[in-house]
Each structure stands twice: as structure tokens, then as C-alpha cells.
């Protein structure tokens, strides 16, 4: 079982940036594909970036393509998502997954997920 601790959410103005981490414990990180979904009031979960068990290559939803950047650190057991120019529309509960091996761009397709973390845009 992998454990994950999502932090770094809060709330931003329009244009702004965050940056959210997510650190793993208790299980082989680098043996994760990882990727952060989130969820709006009212709306299903969705899926936001993900990345490679080696951090090679990253894959995102339209989007957020261009603003936000998925990285891992295998060293230290954490994924990031740096997130900019933040609009109203990405406001959210953003939550970390994981899941052994494969890569997907559903849900349904990660057995490990943190607790979320809110981010707020202003506009």
C-alpha cells in the first residue's frame, strides 16, 4: 500500500500560480505511474496530468496544457504540479494518485489517492 500526502493548495487570484506536492511513503515510488485529477462542486473527477514511473514523459489535459507542469522527484518521494496562470475555472479539490506500473488517464485506472487539497482561484 501506498500512502500519499497531497499539500501546497490555498487560495490565488486570476493569473496567479500555486504549486502543489504530493509526498508517497510506503512503497517503491519510482515503481508508481503518478498523476493528480480533480473535482469541482457538482462535477465528476478529472483528469488534469500524469507522468511516468522515471519522469520521462508527462501527458496533460487540453486544458491545462501550456500552464501546468507535472514533475517527480524519485529521490525524494514526491511528485509536484506547478501550476499557472490560474483561471476561475481551475478552481478545485486537486488529488494525488498512484498506481503501480501503468499510466491511465481515468480514475478508475489509480488504486492510491491522497485526501485532495483545495485550490481557489479569484477572479
Known amino acids: 500500500q501506498v500512502q500519499l500526502v497531497e499539500s501546497g493548495g490555498g487560495l490565488v487570484q486570476a493569473g496567479g500560480s500555486l504549486s502543489l506536492s504530493c509526498a508517497a511513503s510506503?512503497?517503491?515510488?519510482?515503481?508508481?505511474?503518478m498523476a493528480w485529477f480533480r473535482q469541482a462542486p457538482g462535477k465528476e473527477r478529472e483528469f488534469v496530468a500524469a507522468?511516468?514511473?522515471?519522469?520521462?514523459?508527462?501527458y496533460y489535459a487540453d486544458s491545462v496544457k501550456g500552464r501546468f507542469t507535472i514533475s517527480r522527484d524519485n529521490t525524494k518521494d514526491t511528485v509536484t504540479l506547478q501550476m499557472n496562470s490560474l483561471t476561475p475555472e481551475d478552481t478545485a479539490v486537486y488529488y494525488c494518485?498512484?498506481?503501480?506500473?501503468?499510466?491511465?488517464?481515468?480514475?478508475?485506472?489509480?488504486?492510491?489517492w491522497g485526501q485532495g487539497t483545495q485550490v481557489t482561484v479569484s477572479s
Open positions: 494518485a498512484a498506481n503501480y506500473a501503468a499510466l491511465a488517464y481515468t480514475a478508475t485506472g489509480y488504486d492510491h
Open positions: 510506503g512503497r517503491t515510488f519510482s515503481n508508481y505511474a
Open positions: 507522468i511516468t514511473r522515471s519522469g520521462i514523459s508527462t
